[in-house]
């Protein structure tokens, strides 16, 4: 108990980026248990290489332990007026203890906190830990064309076509979440 309640989230560090990777691979053995997506368990991570120019953006975060070691991660970018959220990884083990949702809430200050008109992402409709979580924050199911592009080029990667959706949260049109 004493270890969790250390932990915390702060902007990720260069040095970060070699542990990112293998976080997400952590993260991503939840999905073992979906057996239409159990193939994300052994799938290619996100590179050390982009991990590292999101750091440099300082749009990435890292909920670190009392050990002051990386446990989860957010990596976004700006792209024009919005916050686009590319991923949300918690090693498995840190999973269901609400880092997850913290990190989003920290994505979603920083964009009130820059003026950006909202927080996007693609994620899985129907995975209770994607969509389903999302819309608990606040996040509405919403299409731009750079969402629209975005979900064209996951579902080219191999995702099964109408599995995966865009969503945004608007700073001004959504209440803070009342789950802090």
């Known amino acids: 108990m004493a270890a969790e309640q250390l932990a ?77 959220i590319h991923e949300v990884s918690v090693a498995l083990p840190l999973q269901g203890q609400g880092w997850g949702r913290k990190l989003i809430e920290t994505a979603m200050d920083h964009a009130r ?20 979580f999302y819309r608990r924050l606040g996040f509405q199911t919403h299409q731009d064309q750079r969402l629209a592009n975005i979900l064209a080029q996951e579902y080219a990667l191999g995702f099964e076509p109408g599995s995966r959706c865009a969503m945004a949260w608007h700073p001004g049109l959504c209440p803070q979440p009342s789950t802090r």
């Open 8 to 84: 915390h989230i702060r902007l990720a560090r260069a040095e970060d980026a070699v542990l990112l990777p293998g976080i997400e691979r952590s993260a991503a053995q939840a999905f073992r248990m979906i057996g239409r997506l159990n193939w994300l368990a052994d799938a290619e991570p996100i590179s050390f290489d982009r991990h590292r120019q999101w750091i440099a953006l300082s749009t990435c975060w890292v909920v670190v332990d009392a050990h002051a070691q990386p446990q989860g991660f957010l990596s976004a970018e700006r792209m024009g007026d919005d916050l686009h």
């Open 113 to 132: 906190a820059h003026h950006l008109r909202a927080v996007t992402l693609t994620t899985f409709e129907h995975v209770p830990w994607n969509a389903p």
